[in-house]
T-cell receptor, first 116, second 115 residues
């Protein structure tokens, strides 16, 4: 099956620093990648949709200057949380659509970010 | 009104029980529906797609009622390993576009299967 990896699995950083999270499709090419955030006991909330070679589309309420998304190739998208604050602590999950199957999304294992 | 609504539970059931979860969605134009399973501190994993005709996969049966905008998941002969949060997921856009498919997640229903 299709595999999506995320790195790092977890990260602890100090307030004010920036953190980059990578999302890779390992055995397929992803036309579109999605970034979600999940707070404890809450649903996954879509943050942005990212297409290779173009600017990401952010959901309402998500600051594009704070959450920088780069989708440089069909297998890699990155999310950078800039000037992180404790309220940014969350579980960040990416997913990808395959160029071969538009309906199914394959999820990465998630990155747990803790900002102290 | 939330786009996708689920009873959060938790539902505590004995092993071997049959349990059903329900979900309602607000966008009548939605075309794609799914049930995902999420274990604690893990990513969601696709359990099954939901079709109008209803579909079954082993102990799991999913039903869709478009008129009522209602989706259900039935788990028969529940196992301890079924303990997880079950997420009702809808593609509100309905059709494939160049931007891919955005999914809307319900908050999930927590199931605990006990001895």
């Amino acid at each position: 099956g299709a595999v999506v990896s995320q790195h790092p699995s977890w990260v602890i950083c100090k307030s004010g620093t920036s953190v980059k999270i990578e999302c890779r499709s390992l055995d397929f090419q992803a036309t579109t990648m999605f970034w979600y955030r999940q707070f404890p006991k809450q649903s996954l909330m879509l943050m942005a949709t990212s297409n290779e070679g173009s600017k990401a589309t952010y959901e309402q309420g998500v600051e594009k200057d704070k959450f920088l998304i780069n989708h440089a190739s069909l297998t890699l998208s990155t999310l950078t949380v800039t000037s992180a604050h404790p309220e940014d602590s969350s579980f960040y999950i990416c997913s990808a659509n395959s160029v071969l199957s538009s309906y199914e999304q394959y999820f990465g294992p998630g990155t747990r970010l803790t900002v102290t | 009104r939330k786009e996708v609504e689920q009873d959060p539970g938790p539902f505590n059931v004995p092993e071997g029980a049959t349990v059903a979860f329900n979900c309602t969605y607000s966008n009548s134009a939605s075309q794609s529906f799914f049930w995902y399973r999420q274990d604690c501190r893990k990513e969601p994993k696709l359990l099954m797609s939901v079709y109008s005709s209803g579909n079954e996969d082993g102990r799991f049966t999913a039903q869709l009622n478009r008129a009522s905008q209602y989706i259900s998941l039935l788990i028969r002969d529940s196992k301890l390993s079924d303990s997880a949060t079950y997420l009702c997921v809808v593609n509100p856009r309905g059709t494939v576009t160049g931007g891919g498919n955005k999914l809307t997640f319900g908050t999930g229903t927590q199931l605990k299967v006990e001895l």
